[in-house]
């Protein structure tokens, strides 16, 4: 279900809209990739991955996100995993997979990211300088200058993405553990010369050219938009940064010449990025107006006529005349949290949130159908009783015999609501959102509607 419409942008006179019109023409020769996802620590990661996990069966998922949880390597037995992601490094990735890659990761400024993993190691006692950070009350010069701790923070980003088991093995010590080494050990090539910082540099910049997609942390909603206009996906809409723990504590100047001493690779590498960045924003702007309508319309607008443009063609021959969708499928939508799974049942389902209203499309032959929807949860039935659901836009009444929050809703649709291309959006809408932890006294901050189960569609004759 995944619509692959653009190749990465390669620096040249040529508009990145020009190639992705040629590269559509020209279709695609060889095994299909697989998407990676290059996790460097502390640039909103673990947001991320719950965004992208969606566009993902759960069985295609690589399930494993270190390499101490990798165990034994089998590329045949991976070969039908269409997404890897995790702190594999840059190029680690092609041990786990005789398929082609193309590359997704996200970028941060390095002085704020060296200060958050000043804070991480502060709060987490779990790493391995935890313990002499706090019994000597480092600050953060102090940490930046101790032998034992700025390494933690020296050109990460290049680190990171210039790593494979080949060429730079000498990066492993950014994110492999000393026993993960050891049991990597028989695959690790030894150099003749290790590569300087200044070669990783280019390594990097080689990568980050060529991903199919790049996001600056800085940036996180634009990002994602230029995520959803390469892969051809909806628009995400507004999203809850998770596990975020900011502070705007200006740096002082021994720490930003100490800062810029350690990183003057990592530097270099996120101001070229900054440019890259743009000069694909801008290109997407251009391209997206061909689908605009109206002045009213802004880029989220333009993104889904985008989406519905390509993925109406990818499924105009195959849109099914019934479904039962579970959350393990592909989901196409917004306002939906990560998957969760129920036991001992081993299925699987979504909170709605952090948005009141939540979406989901379905492609179907347009005709009339009976709807239902299991609801597991909801953060009260108060709120339950007041849900309001829509098809591309129509309020339509539900029933259910059921009480408390665990209910089978139904509704009714008729080729009426399908919009001309096959598309059925179905939208869940909640009064109001409240935290999982308010609603349930969890530790979870995450706002939420409802929990969904299961959606079927049965059609009527």
Known sequence: MRAACMRPMKASSESWFSKLRTWLKSGRQGPKPVTYFVHIPKTAGTSFIVLLDRF??????????????????????????ELFRGHFGGGGVAQLTDRPIEFLTILRDPRTLARSTYQYVLREPNTKVHELVSQQAMDMAEFL?????????????????????????????????????????????QQQAAIDDHQRLQRAQKLVRDCRWFGLLERFDESLQL???????????????????????????????????LNHEDLRLYEQANA??????????????????????????????????????????????AMHYGFDQVLLGSQWHRRECMQPEQEWFRWTGPGALATIDFWLQPGAYQVRMRLI????????DQLKLSLNGEVVSWHTTDAGVVRVLTLTCTAEHFQPNGLLRLGIECSNMISHQAAFDSDDERLVGVAVHWIKFNHVN
């Open 276 to 321: 890259w960045f743009e000069h694909r924003l801008q290109s997407m702007h251009a391209d997206l107006e061909q689908h605009r309508k109206t002045l009213e319309q802004d880029t989220d607008a333009l993104l889904d006529l985008h989406y519905q443009h390509h993925h109406a063609q990818l499924v105009a021959a195959q849109m099914p005349n």
């Open 145 to 189: 200058q101790h032998p034992m701790t700025a390494p933690l923070v020296k050109n990460r980003l290049i680190r990171n993405l210039s790593f494979d088991f080949v060429a730079d093995p000498a990066a492993q010590e950014v994110f492999l553990s000393a026993q993960t080494i050891e049991y990597l050990q028989p695959i690790i090539q």
């Open 227 to 261: 995520l959803s206009y390469a892969m051809c996906w909806p628009p995400f809409g507004a999203t809850q940064k998770l596990n975020a723990h900011r502070q705007s504590v200006p740096f002082t100047a021994a720490e930003t010449d100490q800062l810029e001493r």
């Open 56 to 81: 993902f069966a759960v069985d295609h998922i690589f399930p494993h996100q270190l390499w101490r949880e990798v165990g034994d390597i089998d590329t045949e037995a991976n070969a039908h995993f």
């Open 377 to 384: 949860n909801a953060t009260s039935e108060e709120r339950l």
